[in-house]
């Protein structure tokens, strides 16, 4: 079946930039499918971050203005996610998902998430 | 940007009992593009409902979704004990995804 795992840094130094990764298994990303970015800080509600099709197009909130950056490695079949010049405000769990194969389509598959730290 | 209101905040119900989830929009979510997870403690969310009323792969006929426009609902018809999480209306009808935050479905 289809699985999504994020890897990355736990603690990120206030001003760096968060990288992380997802990878998928049981599905190829190139084979159609957007797949997004989603965090929720401890305690509180879910936030859209971004998301990209299988072709590399992107989108993503304007809320974190241009500070977000989603790719996507093929041949790994992962994709990945930058966030620019952290705060304590970007401290949380972010998840990776699934979402259908239109842009108009909800999260059906999500990773398990990674708790991201911005400390310094 | 469409925002979403859940109520109540809180939901406090017993096994059996019926749970009747309230999801509002600041503006009309086109083509009922409006969906429900379930979220338990340490868990990602779980898609329940799309579509506003379709259910999701394997999620038992209990749940149900319910309206259009601005107003929407999510019944659980007969609580059971792995039904007690939080859930989270998210609306992807505009080019901006939101979530609302969610009600918080506990054990009287």
């Known amino acids: 079946q289809v699985q999504l795992q994020e890897s990355g840094p736990g603690l990120v130094k206030p001003s760096e930039t968060l990288s992380l990764t997802c990878a998928v298994s049981?599905?190829?990303?190139?084979?159609?499918?957007?797949w997004g970015w989603i965090r929720q800080p401890p305690g509180k509600g879910l936030e859209w971050i971004g998301s990209?099709?299988?072709?590399?197009?992107?989108y993503h909130n304007p809320s974190l203005k241009s500070r977000v950056t989603i790719s996507r490695d093929t041949p790994k079949n992962q994709f990945s996610l930058k966030l620019s010049s952290v705060t304590a405000a970007d401290t949380a769990v972010y998840y990776c998902?699934?979402?259908?194969?239109?842009?108009?389509?909800?999260?059906?598959?999500w990773g398990q998430g990674t708790m991201v730290t911005v400390s310094s | 940007e469409i925002v979403l209101t859940q109520s109540p905040g809180t939901l406090s119900l017993s096994p059996g009992e019926r749970a009747t989830l309230s999801c509002r929009a600041s503006?009309?979510?086109?083509?009922?593009?409006l969906a429900w997870y379930q979220q338990k403690p340490g868990q990602a969310p779980r898609l329940l409902i799309y579509?506003?009323?379709s259910r999701a792969t394997g999620i038992p006929d209990r749940f149900s979704g319910s309206g259009s426009r601005t107003d929407f609902t999510l019944t659980i018809s007969r609580l059971e004990p792995e039904d007690f999480a939080v859930y989270y209306c998210?609306?992807?009808?505009?080019?901006?995804?939101?979530f609302g935050p969610g009600t918080k479905v506990d054990i009287k």
């Open positions: 998902a699934r979402q259908g194969r239109a842009g108009r389509d909800p999260f059906d598959i």
């Open positions: 049981g599905y190829s990303i190139s084979s159609g499918h957007y």
């Open positions: 990209i099709y299988h072709s590399g197009i992107t």
């Open positions: 503006q009309s979510v086109s083509s009922s593009y």
């Open positions: 579509g506003a009323s």
């Open positions: 998210q609306q992807y009808g505009s080019s901006v995804f939101t």
